[in-house]
Structures are given as structure tokens and as C-alpha cells.
């Protein structure tokens, strides 16, 4: 019997000892969680490091040549500052509105329309690209903010001929009435991308087509609208120099230019590019990059394309004092356009540490974004 109660004991005795390792083990493993695993804090510290480190790769020199007094321009941002600008449609801009919702949104929103047709203008219009194009709506829910306007306009179909023989006077005119009512200053790109090779436009029939929209608007009493002629900024439609299409002077407000490619390869050294911009300074006219994405896409498994592209693309607009950046945030594979369908998904918020990276960047004050004070600072007299 005493046999029986000892071994009963040990038993229990060693039933204990297994429980405290057990419980030991346990706790152990807390520990081990709590320590051995970086926190949210931690991660997102390591995250504010990397990006501060990516951000810092942008050389923020000025070279001086580019800081020259304009002239016959309007809607210009102060010296040291340049206007920052989001698009390009109805979708890609609530999607930006909604990754970035706690963020500053840009100084102006860009927007599309054709001067065949008034569509897309005073109501929603879903164009061939299968994207929705609505200046109203951007006027109606954006206050305190410019906004930047482009007019399709080619030689294709004879489009061109069609505006200066005024076969769409009735649209122009109706544009007019409209744009007069928003109460904001408007940057218009008229026949943007005019020496591209895809929109086939004579130089001549440019001119023409572009003086002619010009004085409509004038004539019926347009005043807040910028007018900006658009280069390509590549490899001209049948080699013309870009002096060709050049209206002159007096309809000229701002010069602009397109950055897809370049800065992949040496946007610094890049001929079109640094053609078009040595011709807006001969003509003291301010300079805005109109269109610019990294068309080979944004990973969302790698940060490489901020080296690739954002590095020398913001670089490049410091250097070359560029007054307004119009960065296009879109999924090119959605879009249904011809000659583009090598080009990727290039937005912004497919890598969370690109896209804060951005937000870093254009959170300078250097930027101008929606605010009480930017027409005062754009030169604009709110009526």
C-alpha cells in the first residue's frame, strides 16, 4: 500500500513539473514575439528612413540660365515655386483622391475634351479610351484650384483644316460661354502634342487652326484662360523643327512638353527635350511638363523606378526651373489607344513606399496645391 502512495506521488510531482515547463515554454514564446518582431512602429520608422533616403537622391540644384523674367504669359507661380497638377480622368482622379485622402490634394486637376465636340465638358463623357472625361464635375467638388484643360486637335481626318475653315466654331463658342463661368484660372493646351508623329499635323495647318481658337476666345471675352502650346518632346512628325509650329508671341502663354521616356535614358542630355525648352527661354515663356508618367510601370514588388525615372525627373525639373508639373497617374493597360500598348500600370499607389515617396516630395512647400491663397499666388483675380 505504502508502494502505491509513493509512486502516486512521483507521478503528481512530475505532472507539476511538466505543467511549469509547459507555462515556462509559453510565456517564453511572448516574450520572443514581442521582442523578436518589429512593431508597426518599427516598420513604419524603417519605412520613414528608406523613403527620406530615396527622396534625398534628387538633386535640387537650379541651373540659372532657366530663372529669365517672362514675358506675355499669365497665371506664372512666384520664384521658387512650381504648380502641381493631377490627371487625367474622372477614374484616375477619384483614385487618387481616395489612397491619398488625408493628403494635400494637387493645385489643379487635368481634364480633356475635342474640338469637335462639346462632350465631356458640361456633363460626363466616356471617350474611345473607355475613361470619363467631366470639367464640370472637377469645377463643382474642387474648389480653390486651377484647372488644366487640353483641346484635341489633329491633322488626322482633317480636324485641323476643319477648325481654321470653322466647321466647330459652335463648339469653341460653347467652351467659351462655359469656361467663363468657373471662376478659376485654366491652363488650355490647345492641339496638345501638336508635333507628335500619331496626331499628323502640318505645321501650317497648326497655326492656323491654333490662332483661330485663340481669337474666338478673345473675341468673346475669355480672360481667364492660360493658352499652352504643347511639344511632344520627342522625335517630330516628319522631322519639322519645332520653330514651325510655333503661333508666335502674342498667343503664346506657356510653353509645355511631354516626359515619358526621357528621363528612363538622359533626359538631361536629350535633344527634343532640351530643344523646346532652350526655345521657351529665347522666348521668355514659362515652362510646364503638360504629361508625365514612368510608362513602363510602378512594381508593386520593388521600389527600382523611383532610380529609373522619379530621381532624374524631379532632378531634372529643379534644374531646369519647370513652372507646373502635370503628372498623370493611370493604368495604361485599361486604356484602349493604339500605339501604346507596350506601356504598364503606372500608378502611384501600387507600391505604398513609391507612393509615399511622392507625397514626400511634392509636400514641399515648393509645390502649390489646393489652397485659399493659390490664385492670388497664380497671378488670378477671383471675381
Not at 481634364?111 to 470639367?135: C, L, M
Not at 517630330?236 to 510653353?255: C, I, L, R
Request: proline fraction near 4%.
Amino acid at each position: 500500500m505504502r508502494k502505491i502512495k509513493i509512486f502516486s506521488l512521483k507521478l503528481k510531482q512530475k505532472g507539476i513539473f511538466t505543467g511549469v515547463k509547459i507555462a515556462i515554454c509559453f510565456f517564453s514564446f511572448i516574450i520572443c514575439i514581442m521582442t523578436c518582431s518589429p512593431s508597426k512602429n518599427l516598420i513604419e520608422q524603417n519605412s520613414d528612413v528608406v523613403v527620406t533616403s530615396m527622396v534625398g537622391k534628387i538633386s535640387t540644384s537650379i541651373d540659372n540660365s532657366f530663372v529669365y523674367d517672362y514675358k506675355k504669359t499669365k497665371f506664372v507661380p512666384p520664384n521658387g515655386k512650381t504648380l502641381l497638377i493631377q490627371g487625367q480622368t474622372k477614374e484616375g482622379i477619384n483614385e487618387y483622391r481616395d489612397y491619398f485622402q488625408y493628403k494635400e490634394y494637387p493645385g489643379a486637376w487635368s481634364a480633356y475634351w475635342a474640338v469637335t465636340q462639346s462632350t465631356g465638358i458640361k456633363e460626363p463623357f466616356v471617350n474611345i479610351t473607355r475613361s470619363t472625361q467631366d470639367h464640370q464635375f472637377l469645377v463643382e467638388h474642387f474648389d480653390n484650384m486651377a484647372l488644366h484643360s487640353a483641346m484635341w486637335l489633329v491633322g488626322k481626318w482633317d480636324v485641323a483644316k476643319n477648325t481654321y475653315s470653322g466647321m466647330y466654331d459652335g463648339v469653341i463658342k460653347e467652351y467659351c460661354d462655359w469656361v467663363k463661368t468657373v471662376n478659376r484660372p485654366v491652363y488650355l493646351r490647345i492641339g496638345y502634342e501638336f508635333d507628335g508623329p500619331h496626331n499628323l499635323l502640318e505645321p501650317i495647318d497648326y497655326v492656323k487652326a491654333y490662332k483661330h481658337v485663340v481669337n474666338i476666345m478673345r473675341k468673346e471675352g475669355v480672360t481667364n484662360v492660360a493658352y499652352v502650346w504643347h511639344s511632344y518632346a520627342s522625335k517630330p512628325y516628319k522631322e519639322y523643327p519645332v520653330k514651325d509650329w510655333y503661333p508666335g508671341d502674342d498667343y503664346v502663354d506657356w510653353v509645355a512638353i511631354s516626359v515619358f521616356f526621357q528621363p528612363y535614358e538622359d533626359i538631361f542630355n536629350h535633344r527634343e527635350t532640351n530643344d523646346v525648352l532652350n526655345f521657351a527661354k529665347s522666348h521668355k515663356k514659362p515652362v510646364m511638363i503638360a504629361e508625365a508618367n514612368p510608362v513602363l510601370g510602378i512594381s508593386k514588388k520593388d521600389t527600382n523606378v523611383w532610380d529609373e525615372w522619379f530621381v532624374d525627373f524631379f532632378s531634372f525639373c529643379y534644374e531646369k526651373n519647370i513652372k507646373a508639373i502635370a503628372f498623370i497617374n493611370e493604368d495604361w493597360q485599361r486604356l484602349d489607344i493604339d500605339g501604346i500598348e507596350d506601356w504598364k500600370d503606372a500608378r502611384l499607389y501600387n507600391n505604398d513606399i513609391i507612393a509615399k515617396a511622392w507625397i514626400k516630395e511634392v509636400s514641399k512647400d515648393r509645390y502649390l496645391k489646393q489652397s485659399t491663397g493659390l490664385f492670388e499666388q497664380l497671378g488670378y483675380l477671383k471675381e
